[in-house]
């Protein structure tokens, strides 16, 4: 069992360089599938999560070359299988890409129902409508998702999401690159790795227009031909990264990122009192005053992220007054709040909705990572509480933070990656 043991009370000082985006990482390395040609990633986060992605890629057949520690070259010619084994798809929730990739190249795809954080139910209703809408036939049969495309290939359809999914509206992108015609996804999810897959598939050949507002159009072409892209920026890690220098204090300068990315969680930064300057590529952070409380709810791009809301969180249980927050995605995602009492915090959660009650500081205490941003949550508690904290089952944070104990580290942190015989560790509740 691994754990970061964090030292907290130390301000951040310095510069954060941030890593390629894990959900656009986690959607184009599959599409790399639909490539007829080599094709070259740059700017990939090095984190759990890619490794497994490449994992399945040599599984199936694909040549994956490593070109440096953030670029690799994808090469699908040889790719035969279109299964994608229990073992490996079962750890992550983006396996999912696989169907929509190999549904869209090969007519057929058979890939492990996902695994990934525990946020509540997880349905992949509206992946399979969209891939029925197209033509495909659709079984769910001994814990496997297969799709298959009629003898004539799949066509170009119109296809309502009844909710805005990022992953349903990629994967029915992957699915129709070359459907016959034009298909339509009206509600489609805006966020940025949706059109950092659509700006994708437009570099190789392909023919997307719309990603980013709610209705995308897909026109079918032939073939992608082989070229080089590079993944956005992480808005999340910039967040998380924006959040510990509010909870902690200190000027931090978050290097490397899409400012206009970041306004919706800048702008509750700045309600609650935190300084944030935009300077070209950058943005310069700090905070020297007391927090202020205020209201978050989490809702679809361009609202404030759900995958934020734990990280910002913390600081809403050190600003003064009282905070609420509504978690409008997810129907789990506040199994955080528990660790956060056992630090100190005042946190009343009811459903969706947590009130949190300011207090004067956080204490450090042993907690778990719940999953990979609760995990994160706990990583900015321990930096901004009083003593050491240590968190672990951090192989949930590992899932989407590249060289997170190295970052923290070079802007004044005291924070350790630790390894624990498991039987030391005792909070662990299993049961
Ligand atoms: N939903 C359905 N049916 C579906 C798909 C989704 O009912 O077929 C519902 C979900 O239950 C949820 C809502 O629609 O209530 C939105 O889910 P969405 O499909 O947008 O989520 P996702 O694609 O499974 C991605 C991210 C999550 C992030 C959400 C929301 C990836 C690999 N994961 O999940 O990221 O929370 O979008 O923005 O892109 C994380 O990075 O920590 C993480 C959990």
Not at 36 to 63: F, H, K, Y
Not at 82 to 97: D, G, I, M, N, W
Not at 128 to 144: C, D, S, T
Not at 260 to 281: F, R
Request: overall charge negative; proline content about 3%; aromatic content about 6%.
């Amino acid at each position: 069992m691994l754990k970061y043991v964090i030292r907290g009370g130390n301000p951040l000082h310095g510069e954060i360089n941030i890593s390629g985006a894990k959900n656009a990482a986690v959607a184009i390395i599959p599409a790399a599938l639909l490539v007829d040609g080599v094709c070259r990633l740059e700017n990939i986060p090095q984190i759990s999560d890619v490794t497994l992605i490449l994992r399945i890629l040599d599984e199936l057949g694909a040549s994956v070359r490593v070109i440096n520690r953030n670029t690799v070259e994808i090469d699908s010619s040889k790719v035969r299988r279109t299964c994608v084994s229990h073992e490996l798809s079962r750890q992550f929730r983006a396996s999912y890409y696989f169907i929509g990739a190999l549904l869209g190249r090969f007519g057929s795809g058979q890939v492990s129902m996902p695994g990934g954080c525990n946020l509540g139910a997880r349905p992949i209703d509206l992946h399979i409508k969209g891939f029925e809408a197209l033509g495909a036939e659709v079984e769910v049969k001994n814990g496997y998702v297969l799709a298959k495309a009629p003898e004539d290939g799949l066509t170009g359809t119109y296809i309502y999401m009844d909710q805005s999914s990022v992953g349903a509206t990629m994967n029915v992108m992957l699915a129709s690159v070359f459907a016959k015609g034009t298909t339509i996804i009206e509600n489609a999810a805006k966020e940025p790795h949706v059109v950092d897959l659509a700006n994708f598939i437009n570099a190789m050949g392909g023919n997307v227009m719309g990603a980013g507002t709610d209705i995308i159009k897909i026109k079918g072409v032939k073939s992608l031909v082989g070229g080089t892209y590079s993944i956005i920026p992480d808005q999340i890690e910039a967040g998380t990264y924006m959040a510990a220098v509010a909870a902690a204090g200190g000027c931090v300068r978050i290097k490397n990122i899409i400012p206009k990315h970041m306004d919706c969680i800048t702008a509750k930064l700045l309600e609650m009192g935190v300084s944030v300057v935009e300077d070209g590529d950058d943005l310069i952070v700090s905070r020297t005053g007391p927090l202020k409380h205020t209201n978050i709810k989490t809702l679809p791009y361009p609202g404030f992220p759900t995958d934020m809301q734990s990280q910002v969180a913390v600081c809403l249980c050190l600003a003064d007054g009282v905070s609420m927050v509504t978690e409008g995605i997810w129907e789990n995602r506040f199994r955080y709040c528990d660790e956060l009492k056992r630090m100190g915090a005042k946190i009343q959660v009811d459903g969706k909705v947590a009130v949190f009650e300011g207090v004067s500081k956080l204490t450090g205490a042993p907690v778990r990572a719940w999953d990979l941003r609760a995990g994160a949550a706990m990583v900015v508690a321990g930096l901004a509480a009083e003593g050491v904290t240590e968190v672990d089952h951090t192989h949930h944070v590992e899932r989407g933070y590249e060289d997170l104990v190295t970052k923290l580290r070079n802007v004044g942190a005291d924070i350790q990656l630790v390894e624990e015989p498991d039987d030391v560790v005792c909070h662990d509740n299993v049961g």
